[in-house]
């Protein structure tokens, strides 16, 4: 009878069988199907926020908003002041934009929703986006119109709130730059606003007594002093069309100083 030897592999088959053991393993692991990531919301940068255009709150309060050097401007529709404010992160990635006096201004969320703040809103109102890109500056004053649209706005002052205020620059250095023409009309009309919002209050009569003269002046940085019957604003045009203060700088310095 014959005996029956049990047959052994090679080593070098066994570990070819094992590899491709292996190998289809692996390809049936690579085939079947894998979860598909989890979806994200496309998230707009932050300073694309708010985006360019025209925002209503309350059915009632307009403004304008675009970029600029960096920096977004405001302006509501009910007036020519263009407000420059800066950018904070807030919670959530969300940011805040800031007035140069540091109030908050607009609340903008990671996903474009805006909020904004008003001094009879404190709480915030939400605003809809209901316009195409407008824009933001206001007409520009030539240079030979300068004085007069410094009388106007002593006009304006003189008819609305009685007072006897006149408008004082180096005149004969407007024609030289875009630059000091633009601050300079900036500096004239905020100090205007300023004047008429502190008019609204207690320090009207104050006002009327001691101020006589809004002086525009040159300098390094923005700023705003009153000082023996002159109100002096401070423009600085090396640095760019955001270098003057704003009306709610005007009007700080305004009730501190009367």
């Known amino acids: ?3 029956i030897y049990p047959v052994r592999l090679p080593v070098c088959i066994a570990v070819l069988v094992l590899a491709t053991g292996a190998g289809f393993a692996a390809l049936a692991q690579q085939a079947s199907p894998q979860p598909p990531p989890a979806a994200r919301l496309p998230l707009a940068p ?20 675009d970029h600029q ?42 996903f474009g929703a805006v909020t904004l703040y008003t001094p009879a809103a404190k709480g915030g109102l939400p605003v809809e986006y209901v316009d195409v ?18 009388a106007k706005l002593a006009q304006e002052l003189s008819s609305g709130n009685d007072f006897a205020i006149g408008f004082a620059a180096d005149w004969d250095n407007i024609p030289r ?10 500096a004239m009309r905020n100090a205007t606003y300023a004047l008429e919002e502190v008019a609204k209050g207690p320090k ?5 007594d001691r101020l006589h003269i809004v002086r525009v002046l040159q300098g390094p940085k923005p700023n705003v002093t009153v000082q023996r019957g002159i109100l002096a604003v401070t423009i600085a045009p090396q640095v760019g069309p955001a270098a003057r203060p704003s009306s709610l700088a005007i009007a700080r310095a305004l009730q501190a100083a009367l």
């Open 1 to 3: 009878m014959r005996q």
């Open 204 to 208: 009207r009569s104050v006002i009327s």
């Open 46 to 65: 932050a300073s694309a926020l708010p985006r360019d255009g025209t925002y209503i709150a309350n059915d009632k309060i307009g403004f304008t908003v």
């Open 69 to 110: 050097s960096g920096l977004v401007r405001l302006r509501f529709v009910d007036n020519d002041e263009v407000f420059y404010l800066t950018s904070e992160a807030a919670p959530m990635g969300g940011h805040v934009l800031k007035y140069d006096t540091g109030a908050v201004a607009l609340h903008v969320t990671v």
């Open 133 to 150: 890109p407008t824009s933001v500056d206001p007409a520009p004053v030539a240079a030979k119109d300068m004085k007069m649209f410094a």
């Open 177 to 186: 730059s875009d630059m000091l023409r633009l601050l300079m009309c900036d």
